[in-house]
């Protein structure tokens, strides 16, 4: 499912434009990952985020706990549903 997150930066963020920031794939309960989301530019909060759990029963993920670290990523193409 996708949980709405966060940003919280540390310091000065790099404005950059053409840089890209995404999560980082990791496990943050036992049974409870993340999968790499590419964030959007213009946004802080309410940022979903794709996590996944592999474990039998339903866990709970608190609010404030850290999901994931974002990092710099580099966009090499994309894709559109339209092209043949």
């Known amino acids: 499912m996708d949980v709405p997150g966060k940003v ?26 993340v999968a790499r989301t590419l964030a959007p530019n213009d946004r802080f909060t309410d940022l979903p985020v794709r996590v996944m759990n592999v474990q039998r029963q339903p866990l709970t993920v608190r ?13 090499v193409g994309t894709y559109a549903k339209d092209e043949p």
Request: with cysteine.
């Open 63 to 75: 609010a404030g706990t850290v999901i994931s670290d974002l990092k710099p990523l580099t966009i």
């Open 8 to 33: 919280v930066f540390r310091g000065r963020p790099n404005c950059d434009d053409d840089l890209q920031w995404g999560t980082k794939p990791v496990t943050i309960i036992n049974g409870v990952h």
